[in-house]
């Protein structure tokens, strides 16, 4: 069973597609994660000589009360389970300090607004910064399309029942996007307000974003992704006057989870507040 | 759902390190799950059955040492135990802490034969 989608095969697997490539959708599905699985090989070479002379029942009876069975031995691991994903967040990270890629990732929940901040930022700036965008998505090439209009190179990661992007499935993209230095890269996550929060990309910085229309406790209601992000973007101020929101509210749940939060206040409809995001966005490839 | 994820990681693993010792049959597995990992363990259970299913951890015993969280405020030093991410320092009400402990997610040991 495929671990990022949940199918019982390989053909509903993450894909990745660049937009007018659809028919190489097929060719794609594999396996992501078996190309990758030499990768830690050596993290516990060093270790295991040593495994013997530490077996736990011969010292420590209290977890291992069966295990007096003398074909019984005890392996210890003390392996991080998200280790695979970070060795590989590490190695973007690496290819990005080298190129000078200030990379992005974008979470938040389904439609608050990740896409059209994007395509206001991109159609903004691109005269001034090269930019290249990765979208995840479940299905469709929608939002890639989208991008792919302002004439930016996008890849579109379709992850099938997966419900976040991981660090391979970034390596896998990155490799086709072939970057210029000193750019950004967004990726924009799968929108959902949970998983993403677990999974380094390899990303500078983690943006969440979080729109008037959803309620001023999410930040207590989904605490994860808020204490893992540096910056929340508020989007869709222009909204304020139909709605009973405080923003003030919002942001003291926001830095109750996450004291260094940085916030910015916009509106990707009308463009409200977006030229101090781009500020800092230019400050940080400069 | 990302705890699948997580399962099949811990698969990965116990493949690897059994690959590794040349060994076939897992026993028992022993991991060790932080209260502010994000992982919930009902979930984790409920997909552990068919994770395994013919992996090395088919017929394994599953246990799950749960590591309760504590921070220590950055501001006092007071260290306090954690049920939330977002629990603030009993003493001086500062939202500013160190996670000492609580967001582990590993695994510890395998018995094999």
Not at chain 1, 25 to 41: C, L, V, W
Not at chain 1, 188 to 193: D, I, P, S, W
Not at chain 2, 61 to 71: D, H, L, R, S, T
Request: hydrophobic share 35%; proline share 3%; net charge negative.
């Amino acid at each position: 069973m495929c671990g990022t989608c949940g199918c019982g095969s390989d053909s509903n697997g993450p894909t990745i597609i660049k937009p007018g490539e659809e028919k190489h959708t097929h060719q794609e599905h594999r396996h992501h994660h078996d190309g990758h699985s030499h990768d830690h090989d050596h993290h516990h070479d060093g270790h295991s000589h040593s495994h013997d002379e530490h077996h736990h029942h011969n010292g420590h009876s209290h977890s291992h009360s069966h295990s007096h069975d003398p074909k019984h031995k005890i392996l210890e691991i003390e392996q991080d389970i998200l280790q695979n994903n970070e060795v590989l967040a590490a190695r973007n990270r690496g290819f990005f300090e080298a190129k000078n890629v200030f990379a992005l990732n974008l979470v938040s929940s389904p439609g608050s607004g990740k896409t059209s901040i994007l395509e206001r930022t991109l159609a903004d700036l691109k005269n001034e910064i090269p930019f290249y965008v990765i979208e995840g998505d479940q299905q469709t090439l929608n939002d890639a399309n989208r991008i792919d209009a302002l004439s930016i190179p996008v890849i579109q990661i379709n992850t099938g029942k997966g419900c976040h992007l991981e660090s391979d499935m970034v390596f896998d993209a990155v490799k086709q996007l072939e970057m210029k230095n000193d750019s950004i890269l967004m990726i924009e996550n799968v929108g959902n307000l949970v998983c993403p929060s677990m999974f380094d990309l390899g990303e500078n910085k983690r943006v969440v974003i979080i729109s008037t229309t959803e309620g001023e406790d999410k930040p207590i209601k989904y605490p994860d992704m808020f204490h893992t992000s540096d910056i929340c973007i508020i989007n869709k101020i222009d909204l304020i006057p139909y709605l009973n929101i405080d923003i003030q509210k919002l942001k003291d749940y926001a830095l109750q989870v996450n004291p260094n939060l940085q916030f910015f206040e916009v509106s990707a409809t009308t463009g409200e507040g977006m030229e101090n995001w781009y500020k800092w966005l230019r400050e940080n490839i400069s | 759902m990302h705890e699948l994820s997580i399962a099949m990681g811990i698969v990965k693993i116990a493949e690897d390190e059994t690959a590794k010792a040349n060994i076939n049959t897992v026993t028992k597995i022993e991991l060790e799950i932080g209260t502010l990992s994000g992982v919930e363990i009902d979930s984790l259970n409920f997909v552990w059955d068919s994770a395994v299913k013919n992996t090395v951890l088919e017929k394994a015993v599953k246990q799950i040492f749960i590591i309760k969280g504590k921070g220590k405020c950055a501001d006092c030093d007071t260290e306090f135990n954690m049920e939330k991410i977002y629990d603030c320092c009993p003493n001086c009400g500062s939202n500013f802490k160190g996670i000492l402990q609580g967001k582990e997610l590993r695994v510890k040991a395998l018995e094999v034969i």
